[in-house]
Nanobody, 124 residues
Framework: QVRLVESGGASVQAGGSLRLTCAAS????????AAWFRQSPGKEREGIAY??????AGYPDLTNRFTVSSDSAKNTLSLQMPSLNPDDTGIYYC???????????????????WGQGTQVTVSS
């Protein structure tokens, strides 16, 4: 089974940017839906973006500002986050769901494998 480790979280000022990375081991991301979730203080974990097993990205929220990408050679998933604001504060999780489907879900309960999360704090 796949194991996931996130990195790149930090404390930044509003307007700044971050790039989060999720490194997978034990299996290839190409066998999974791979997604980024965010859990903000007092809120439920929400899906931000995913890449399907064929390398296509999807975003549940059409107003999303972030960009998800994958590197098959490095077996990593990334999330580029520009123009951060305090509402982006939270713990960001990488998740994976074993799948051969081009359609990936965006709900927490649909994902089997999770990283430990990385903290992003945006101050005004």
């Amino acid at each position: 089974q796949v194991r996931l480790v996130e990195s790149g979280g930090a404390s930044v000022q509003a307007g700044g940017s971050l790039r989060l990375t999720c490194a997978a081991s034990g299996d290839r991301f190409t066998n999974y839906c791979a997604a980024w979730f965010r859990q903000s203080p007092g809120k439920e974990r929400e899906g931000i973006a995913y890449i399907n097993p064929y390398g296509n990205a999807g975003y549940p929220d059409l107003t999303n500002r972030f960009t998800v990408s994958s590197d098959s050679a490095k077996n990593t998933l990334s999330l580029q986050m520009p123009s951060l604001n305090p509402d982006d504060t939270g713990i960001y999780y990488c998740a994976a769901r074993l799948s051969a489907s081009a359609a990936c879900p965006s709900t927490e309960s649909d994902y089997e494998f999770w990283g430990q999360g990385t903290q992003v704090t945006v101050s005004s």
